[in-house]
């Protein structure tokens, strides 16, 4: 039982975590430009090469 | 044009696209672009080892309607530097016009890394902004024209630095992760958990949980309302509010007292977490539309360049009065009333009258408001007026009527205030009907609750929102932008289609057609023509240029030529007068624009203004599927008159020399609420707001898109076909919901109103119908669909 109250903070505690991230991404709002930020990696390989 | 780059074109598209855009050839269409802007990026492109846009690049793109300019004034540019710029290091924010994708993202990115001095630079599709900070080495006007002439535009820093719909983001997805942790805790107590310490926590967690859903969601919808009640107006979000309110009233209720059989803590989380996705689709769409666009300044936006003691100095038009003295740089716009001061200009009035052809000024004439400069040469004007009464401000005023979103009028509107009503009356029916029966009042509310909570408007709710986005989606991959949110709704309803000319069913070019004489020229007098056309920028020769481009003319580098003012150009070759310009000055006889050898007429050049390329089948099919097709232009009764009757437009139907408010009174008068207007031109500003729906090509000029309810991105007017058809698809589609709306609830209610809808039961059911019309809306809007073929 005690087990169970633990895992329902556990859940509770790691959604709070959840939106609190979700809310800081869009503070960044990174989403606004994901199509830059999905070039990202083509700028690492054309350093590399 | 690069040859070696057409040989390496994109492989996915096929022979019947535009290489560079990938939208639908016509059969009007020679080569494999649609039009010159696309041939010219296309060249770009490779020339500048930037093909890797179109592989980044998903689906089409869009068509470059206007042969890019790299010499577009940026005089706004010292506005856009931002205070925390320092000597060492600046920083800018400026919108941008026409970026789409990630591919136009990398060849921004590409292109400002290659300039010394490039720090960072951020690109913001979906705002259409971009931010850059860079040293002051960097060249920045040097790389700002290099990317226009890509095709893009920018513009100074107007648009809202978000889409406003963040706070609605963070909504929906708190929202969503809620009603998913309510519905697995819901899930334990319909199989079976029902007393004991576990069960006392996951009731209480799940009321919990819920409170917080109305707490965060709610507010979206009570406000808005609230609102719609003080104006009385009863559209979708106060059904959806007094759904809300009531099915968490009676929850809260059936909570306290201990009775599960009316707790329906997860079907009013699940609820409003589709609520809220329904509204952030809608305005996250037309909000992304309209910021594909630079926005519009209004009269503020316009710049003039004032001579001050030999001096010039950039101010904004607005500042002008009576009495200054202004310099027209080629391109640039009279903005007021003004008395031409140098010996001549070359006007055309185009923009603000729709005639179509440029005009030839003496000194002391008066130029109208409006007028741009048409020649190659500067020339300086004295304002007559100030700038408060010219006729430019009321046309670029901008609109009142944009932003208004798909549910709040039409058909949804009407069934909304209904479905209000209906379901008020049905959760009262219900009670009084169990109370008259058992004499149980707690019986009786849990009816009551029952009926308010499995009554569900998701048809218009998400459904709604949904059927326009697939069908704006659809339209856009053609082409076509919607704006304003209810324009699909009102565009149902369009039985008469007004267009506008010069600009509109033409492109706004003249062409030269190639006929017999032309190519029965010598190439040496071939070569003097495209010589003495190439030494000219009056539109005439910039037809005759363009014309015989395609015949491979040798430029006669060496050749002497003069230009005549108002008559044409002159110049000896071999012992021989050549002359280029109009018949009764090169022939002494005839009309029209001539070549002449030693006085004898050598070819006539007649130039006709080039309608788009698929103006005439568009306005044929038009008219063919029972519209009727009107044409209003401010150009001469002749061209007007020839216009009508080569697009097999009745004569009676054609009006020519209509002026910016002839306009505006023809439609007021002819508006049923069935017209859409389509124009480019400043003229046809206050024509765009009057009509019931309008459109516009034009693209560059941001006041006339900010005053329609959409614009086109392609050279090609069959988007407004496909938009009307869309219209008619979208309106069956919406009916067809409402009709399964209709059902679901009745169904619901009777239920409920039997006594058998149990909590459990209504979280089968809500849910269920919302997927089912969700899913029947997908597939009928899908492109595979057959409904768009019927």
Known sequence: ?49 | MNMAAVATAPEALSTSTCLHCGLPMTPEMRGAFCCHGCEAVYALLHDGELERYYSLRRGPGTPITDRPDASRDLSWLSEAYQDDSTDTQKHLRLDIQGIHCSGCVWVLDKTFQRHPGALKLVTNPALGKVELWITPEFPLQEWLHAVERFGYRFGPSLKASDLGTDTLLLRVGVSIAIALNVMMLSAALYLGLNSGRLYDVFRTLSYALASLSVVIGGPVFFRSAIAGLRSRVLHLDVPISIGIALAFAGSSWAFWTGRDSALYLDSVSVFIALMLLGRYLQERVLNANRNRLLASEGTEGLRSKRLVHGSVETIRSSEILSGCELLIAPGDLVPVAAKLRSPQALVSTDWITGESRATQLQEGAQLKAGSFNAGDQSFHVVATANFESSPLQALLRPSSQTGNAAHETGLVRTISSYYVIGVLLAAAGGFAAWIFATGSAVHALEVATAVLVVSCPCAFGIATPLAHELVQARLRGKGLYVRNGDFLNKLSKVRSLVFDKTGTLTSGQLTLPITDAVTALSSEERDVLFTLATHSNHPVSAAIRRGLEAQSPSLLATLCVTEIPGKGMECRHNGSHYRLGKAQWATKAGQGTVLSKDGRLLVNLDTHEDTRSDARHEIQALSTEGYDIFLLSGDAPDRVSQMADELNIPQSRAFATQSPTDKQQWLAAHDQGDMLFVGDGINDSLAAQTASCSGTPALDRPFMASNCDFYLGTNQLAPIRDALHAATVLTSVVRRNLVFALAYNGLAISLAWAGVMRPWLAAILMPSSSILIVLATTLSLSPRSTRWKS
Request: glycine share 6%; net charge negative.
């Open chain 1, 1 to 49: 039982m005690e087990v169970i109250i633990l895992l329902i903070f556990v859940s509770l505690v790691l959604a709070g975590t959840g939106v609190a991230f979700f809310a800081w991404n869009l503070r960044q709002k990174s989403h606004e430009h994901g199509d830059r930020l999905a070039l990202l990696p083509l700028e690492l390989d054309n350093d590399e090469s």
